[in-house]
């Protein structure tokens, strides 16, 4: 009996949904993509910006699987990811399996649970041709912007360096707060205040620490050791009373249920785990985990966990203020349900991230989980509970103190709370850390009015009544602290995420993406235990060529209404041709002209000074190389693991003679490919003077390098951008350029 086929992308899934749907169904997966474009371009400009797509290399017989499961099948069901990414992948294997789009039915599970399986199933539709043709545009652009780019990168700085459309507008964003963080310029502020304690009332009372404001009710800001020691002078025999007692309610409101954006910053913050560690521990609590035969077999725990709406489903929701009015009281549920509002654009089809099942609390299953797991699946539970629970309320109280002595009448503040109903923190089980999208700011700031404003709004302080004296308490009596502004701290992963989301770069489902891609090019490294980016010297010098060269991707501001001109192509609103067009004629003259500057560049600058061919110079690189300069990154791609090895002497970029360019910088002079005599490397090789480079001291180990390399490019091993081809020996220089400026040319006429 023929049975229905349903294709899904990960094998884990399909075991968890095989096991809902029973004997009639054939549950395969495609394991990712099966198509893709190939090394070469790949998108015809004149037709349309058609793209020619072949079967990814390895997945020839998974194919060739799928296509005898679906001779078979009486019905095609093609169960993807439930978003963009998803909705291409489902047209690719429509069409290898049926030969049309319209040959299959589409399905979407956005939970790996009974439920979510049956309704699934029980709702098929036709393909979304608006869905897909987004990430058709999205995968043209970045192959148009990635190879060009790559291309002027790699003809412009270095062998094998490389540049993508979103990535390189991260990289700017680090690049940029290194900078702010280099040219900032720390201010002296002395923080100044004294212990006091009521007069009256003994030890009962405690005593608190109120921090100076003001001098004769004006602003105090004290800014040198002179002026500071002359206050603490006088505060040290000033008489001290109450002047007023401010107090009010604060309240603070329940937390929304996860996005994607909100949990990677989460879980990098409290957890410690990277945004792409995140997304991997987040696949597999939704794709299934196996909780035994006592307590359910496989079964999702978590909803689809790419999103970036904050919508519940309402039976969902119901679910869930029965569990807190349980659990925890009626008085802990709100009357309405709280209600969170999703950014402008938000796929709305999509739920927040939230548990399945409440019948699975993270201590009950935890035993079935890896810690890494268990970790992120109580963050999501205890996030998810408390979004519906009424907010935490605070008694706040604020004290201004007067501090006379003689003619001189200095101003104090304390200001204390106490936390009068815990509401939703009852559950989240925290004290007073902040939580990605909170409404209050969740980094603690520093400076003259950050984190000792935030300790003195902390105090506990004694009751108090206005016109109150105060006695000094000494010691410790006065302290004078002297301080230094800070600069802009450096982007952790969680705050570059949020970043990112703020200004509308990049989607949910790209965030740990480019962050990866970022360091794994070597053009960031991670500071202060392995939180922080610090763009390297390479990382800076990609980023100042790219924005020397004026294009428009470059610009955050671009890249984001990029962004929201995709969503329109989703939403149907916009012709993804027209997008192309209009970002190709946008970028693609400009990066011809950007290239076009480097024919001229290899024969020398405006000033005259001779600039190296670059592939002398990349065989000067490899010849100065020392044996421990070879550093291997890993790239996976598609499902296959891909090797590509990067030969730099430390990070050499211009290609250039003995003279750094002109204009550029300190840290670009640093990186300048110099002749020096040095004992671990082969003598100078007289490249300014016009050789063709070759040293025979060197033949045995860095020609050999270079010439596997080239292999490799001939073979058609590294991207199409850095493909070169070889030169004839025995070149002199200015054949040498003529060749090189020839094929550069070639490479770009191949695909126009």
């Known amino acids: 009996m023929a049975k229905t086929l349903v294709v899904v992308e990960s094998p884990a899934k399909a075991k968890t949904i095989k096991k809902y749907l029973g004997s009639d169904y054939e549950v395969l997966a495609s394991k990712g993509h099966i198509k893709d474009l190939p090394k070469k371009m790949g998108i015809d400009f004149a037709n349309g910006f058609k793209e020619t797509y072949e ?7 998974v194919v060739e699987e799928l296509k005898g499961a679906a001779s078979r099948a009486k019905e095609i069901l093609l169960a993807t990811d439930p978003d963009r990414e998803g909705e291409a992948i489902a047209w690719h294997l429509a069409e290898e399996l049926t030969g049309s789009a319209k040959g299959a039915k589409r399905v979407e599970f956005h939970e790996i649970t009974k439920t979510g399986v049956k309704k699934g199933v029980a709702s098929p539709r036709p393909l979304n041709k608006h869905l897909y043709d987004a990430q058709r545009a999205r995968r043209v652009l970045d192959r148009i912007v990635g190879y060009d780019v790559s291309a002027l990168v790699w003809s412009k700085l270095a062998f094998g360096l490389s540049a993508g459309r979103v990535q390189s507008v991260a990289l700017r964003l680090i690049v940029d707060r290194e900078r702010e963080i280099e040219a900032f310029v720390p201010e002296e502020y002395w923080n100044i205040g004294c212990t006091l304690s009521p007069l009256n009332g003994g030890s009962k009372r405690p005593s608190f620490f109120a921090r100076l404001t003001q001098k004769n009710k004006e602003k105090l800001e004290v800014t040198d050791g002179e002026t500071a020691g002359q206050v603490k002078a006088h505060l040290q025999g000033a008489t001290y009373k109450v002047i007023k007692v401010t107090k009010s309610e604060r309240k603070r409101k329940a937390p929304s249920p996860y996005t994607t954006s909100k949990l990677q910053q989460d879980a990098v913050n409290r957890l410690g785990f990277t945004a792409k560690r995140t997304m991997q521990i987040a696949q597999g609590l939704y794709e299934g985990v196996d909780l035994g035969k006592d307590d359910g077999g496989p079964v999702g725990l978590i909803t689809y966990m790419r999103t970036d709406s904050m919508r519940t489903a309402p039976e969902a929701l119901e679910a869930l203020r029965e569990h807190v009015a349980e659990r925890y009281g009626k008085e802990y549920l709100p009357k309405e349900p709280n209600q969170f509002k999703s950014k402008k654009l938000a796929q709305e089809a999509h739920e927040a991230i939230r548990p399945t099942m409440l019948d699975h609390p993270p201590d009950a299953v935890r035993k079935h989980l890896k810690d890494e797991q268990f970790k992120l699946y109580k963050l999501i539970w205890d996030r998810f509970v408390a979004s519906q629970m009424k907010e935490a309320v605070y008694d706040q109280t604020g004290v201004d103190i007067e501090g006379a002595n003689s003619d001189v009448v200095y101003g104090l503040r304390v200001g204390g709370r106490v936390l009068k109903f815990k509401g939703w923190l009852e559950a989240y089980g925290i004290g007073d850390g902040k939580l990605a999208g909170e409404e209050q700011d969740g980094e603690a700031k ?18 108090l009544v206005e016109g109150e004296v105060l006695a000094l308490v000494d010691p410790p009596g006065v302290l004078a602290e002297q301080k230094f502004t800070q600069p802009p701290p450096r982007y952790s992963e969680g705050s570059l995420v949020r970043e990112l ?12 993406e480019i962050i990866s891609k970022v360091q794994a090019r070597d053009y960031v490294e991670k500071m202060d235990g392995g939180r922080q980016f610090r763009p390297t010297l390479l990382g800076k010098f990609v980023v100042d060529g790219l924005v020397a060269s004026k294009l428009d991707f470059m610009d955050p501001a671009f890249t984001s209404a990029m962004e929201e001109e995709l969503d329109e192509v989703e939403a149907g609103r916009e012709d993804r041709t027209l997008e192309h067009r209009n ?15 480097d024919d001229g560049n290899a024969e020398g600058d405006e000033q005259g000074r001779q600039l190296l061919p670059l592939d002398h110079a990349i065989e000067q690189v490899l010849l100065h190389r020392p044996a421990h300069g070879e550093k291997q990154r890993h790239h996976h791609r598609q499902g296959e693991q891909r090797e590509e090895a990067v030969h730099l002497r430390g990070q050499p970029e211009w290609v250039e003679g003995p003279q750094a360019p002109g204009g550029v910088g300190a840290d670009h002079q640093q990186l300048a490919v110099r002749h020096v005599d040095d004992p671990h490397h082969p003598e100078d090789h007289g490249q300014a003077q016009g050789d063709d480079g070759v040293n025979p001291a060197g033949q045995d180990t860095a020609e050999d390098d270079l010439r596997e390399i080239r292999q490799r490019d001939r073979d058609g091993e590294h991207h199409p951008s850095r493909v070169s081809p070889r030169e004839p020996k025995g070149l002199g220089p200015d054949a040498s350029r003529t060749f090189h400026r020839g094929a550069r040319r070639e490479r770009r006429g191949t695909h126009r």
């Open 55 to 61: 079967i990814v290399v390895g997945k020839e017989k």
């Open 446 to 463: 520093e400076g003259k009015d950050g984190k000792e404003a935030k300790d003195a709004e902390e105090a506990t302080l004694p009751e």
């Open 501 to 512: 989301e703020e200004r509308g770069i990049g989607r949910p489902s790209t965030y740990a």
């Open 583 to 597: 970002r190709a004629i946008v970028g693609g003259e400009r990066l011809e002209r950007a290239i076009d500057q």
